[in-house]
């Protein structure tokens, strides 16, 4: 296992300052890097202060250029449920992240796998700076699910049926959760150069054990970190409990 820098927080007020903290370093030494964020819960109190920090004056919070993780299949340009919308929402806009400066999955294609290809060949022609990323409790990343490839790239994909449960909250209901997405893959993942890793809350602990504690393994696609260079995990106590003892 490479070394991992784990970061355990007190409260959640912590860690958005911690996260924070980590990014607004990150961007001060590194010159408009490439950056993937993800969407969740989970990063919504970062985001939050990174766009209050930057409403305070740190202007250089927004001298990145954003690269998609993932996205649903099949909503229409500017549909407020879109992965592409919603980070938008929390982020992108209020730093005034130009279009142009964000790459993102056409969810509406006509082809999709055109489109993945699109993007997959973006990605294999750039470097990326960092990867901000949360992890799904069947140690999905992105919307790469159990027995995803290490070697997958970017491609369409079947949600798991824990996946959809996850997500019916911020679809109002199990039946509107769209079964389809794309997702960067595991390989593209492999090659940011560093990658942060948020978790918080109880019900992230089991995965995370799964994760860094036992053999690497294509069941837990998350487990591909701890091969992963330059790797940060910022979580509070109860969702690092089993793997800081
Ligand atoms: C979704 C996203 C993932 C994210 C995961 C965890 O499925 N596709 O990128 O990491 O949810 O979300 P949460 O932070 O809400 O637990």
């Not at 992108?92 to 130009?98: A, F, H, K, V």
């Amino acid at each position: 296992m490479n070394n991992i820098n784990f970061v355990s927080v007190d409260n959640i007020d912590d860690f958005a300052v911690i996260s924070a903290d980590f990014f607004s370093d990150f961007l001060q030494k590194n010159d408009n890097p490439l950056v993937i964020l993800p969407t969740g819960f989970t990063p919504l109190p970062f985001y939050k202060e990174i766009v209050k920090r930057y409403k305070a004056g740190e202007k250089y919070l927004n001298k990145f250029k954003y690269l998609a993780l993932d996205e649903y299949v099949g909503l229409c340009d500017g549909d407020y449920r879109s992965f592409s919308s919603w980070l938008g929402r929390e982020i992108l806009d209020p730093l005034s992240i130009d279009i142009k400066d964000r790459i993102i999955f056409d969810s509406d294609a006509a082809d999709i796998d055109k489109e993945c290809k699109r993007i997959d060949d973006i990605v294999s022609s750039s470097v990326i700076n960092l990867a901000i990323i949360g992890i799904g409790e069947n140690g999905h990343v992105g919307f790469n699910e159990p027995k995803s490839s290490f070697s997958s790239r970017t491609r369409k994909v079947f949600l798991h049926e824990k996946t959809i449960k996850a997500n019916a909250e911020y679809w109002g209901g199990i039946d509107k959760v769209p079964k389809e997405a794309v997702t960067l893959g595991l390989a593209n993942l492999k090659n940011a150069k560093n990658t942060l890793l948020l978790v918080y809350g109880k019900k992230k602990a089991k995965i995370l054990k799964e994760s860094f504690c036992a053999p690497v393994s294509e069941d837990v696609p998350s487990s591909y970190l701890q091969n992963q260079p330059n790797l940060t995990v910022i979580g509070d106590e109860d969702a690092l409990a089993e793997i800081m003892i």
